[in-house]
């Protein structure tokens, strides 16, 4: 792929075998983004697992404590006094029946979904079209529960999904290129904190290969993964 002149001065602005603190890596990111909307930053972590086996594959949630910046529009499968307290909480979409057809007509129209656990069995219909579009909702993700109220304000507060790909590459928003640094660098420490946290007991040998840090239309910029402490310190 041919680079623009302004992505090839901020690939110059990035030494080459260097591995950066993550808030000298994340202040870097902001200053080589030449996108003319506000880009998302993301994480990427390479991991040392080998997610063909079920025991050690990663997925889970994590709340930023800054944020993501994104907008999120969730959609509730419930009834009743549920479906009414979703609303009220600020699901953009709630349903029960008429939810499931509206999906398996291919009208999906939101990023994130929860269910109470007695709609599952209308949920689980829909698992070959949201399945791969990382929308099912999961209990163990927190997104099958009786309090949609409380998963819809984690969501939209800032809750993001991290999972390793079957290369064990783990790719986590922590937020928008306007960002303080600071601030993506404390959302960056959370996720760290939680990769390192939830590590396959069955998982062999160096556990975290490599970290980098990007914008959408940003290089990629390499972290040290030693750095396990005082995320937000450039040092």
Known sequence: MKLTKNQKLAAEKIEAGKLYAPAEALALVKEVSTAKFDETVEVHFRLGIDTRQADQQLRGMVSLPNGSGKEVRVAVFAEGAAAEAAKEAGAEIVGSDDLVAEIQAGNIDFDAAVATPNMMG???????????????????????????????????????????????????????????AEKLAENYGAIYDEIVRMKPSAAKGKYLKSISVSSTMGPGIAVDPSVSRNFASAE
């Open 122 to 180: 209308k949920v689980g219909r829909l698992g070959k079209i949201l399945g791969p579009r990382g929308l099912m909702p999961n209990p163990k993700l927190g997104t099958v529960t009786p309090d949609v109220a409380k998963a819809i304000a984690e969501l939209k507060g800032g809750k993001v999904e991290y999972r390793a790909d079957r290369y064990g590459i783990a790719h986590v928003i922590i937020g928008k290129v306007s960002f303080e």
